[in-house]
């Protein structure tokens, strides 16, 4: 299985207050989170990480907190994220693409207003915001294939390709194209004027 997620936070204090977080310490949102992510990503899964993993914390215990985390690991950049082993990820960028059964995802930590295929079903998966699930409703509403993988918006746990693409399409039953016989009355989302961003 593939997942995604960003903006964990992890060693960031100031994050309870500003995202308003229901943990009473930063140890416990830690253990938290990684419990959610360890609960749903296997040793095996592949893990597109949107960046911000940790923040306000020195470069090896931010490195001992992400070799916790299953999976193989795919940093894509973020804002916070600093100089952590290499080792830990199979690879490292700053913008990334890749295509599951068909379907294009585009990936960066920042949302993006425009974006490569877009105009042929791409997804634009993204972080930063730290939106509620709202934001992700609103998008999908205005007909606009872009998601916030961040553990804000979806209930502090790691999000699957699939359900991404059951998020938007609803009917596919994997990802890519749909079954002939669910072609008919399939509602089509294309980029449309987009919801407002802001950033944190």
């Avoid at 001992?64 to 600093?82: F, P, S, T, Y």
């Avoid at 990936?107 to 730290?130: D, F, N, T, V």
Wanted: charged share 25%; net charge positive.
């Amino acid at each position: 299985m593939v997942y995604f997620t960003s903006d964990l936070h992890l060693g960031h204090p100031g994050i309870i207050k500003i995202k308003q977080r229901p943990f009473s310490s930063v140890q416990e949102m830690n253990e938290f989170l990684i419990k959610n992510y360890n609960s749903v990503v296997r040793k095996t899964d592949k893990v597109y990480l949107l960046g911000d993993l940790c923040h306000y914390l020195p470069v090896e215990q931010a490195s001992r907190m992400i070799a916790q985390l299953n999976g193989r690991k795919i940093l894509i950049r973020g804002n916070h994220d600093k100089k952590y082993e290499p080792q830990l990820f199979e690879e490292i960028h700053d913008f990334a693409t890749a295509s599951f059964q068909g379907t294009c995802f585009v990936m960066m930590h920042y949302p993006m207003l425009a974006w490569p295929k877009e105009r042929k079903g791409s997804i634009q998966l993204h972080g930063h915001l730290h939106e509620s699930r709202e934001y992700n409703l609103l998008n999908r509403e205005h007909g606009i294939l872009r998601y916030d993988v961040g553990v804000d918006a979806n209930q502090f746990y790691p999000v699957s390709v699939n359900q991404i693409v059951h998020f938007f399409f609803g009917d596919k039953e994997s990802v890519g194209e749909p079954s002939p016989d669910k072609q008919k009355g399939r509602k089509k989302l294309t980029p449309g004027k987009p919801p407002g961003i802001r950033q944190v």
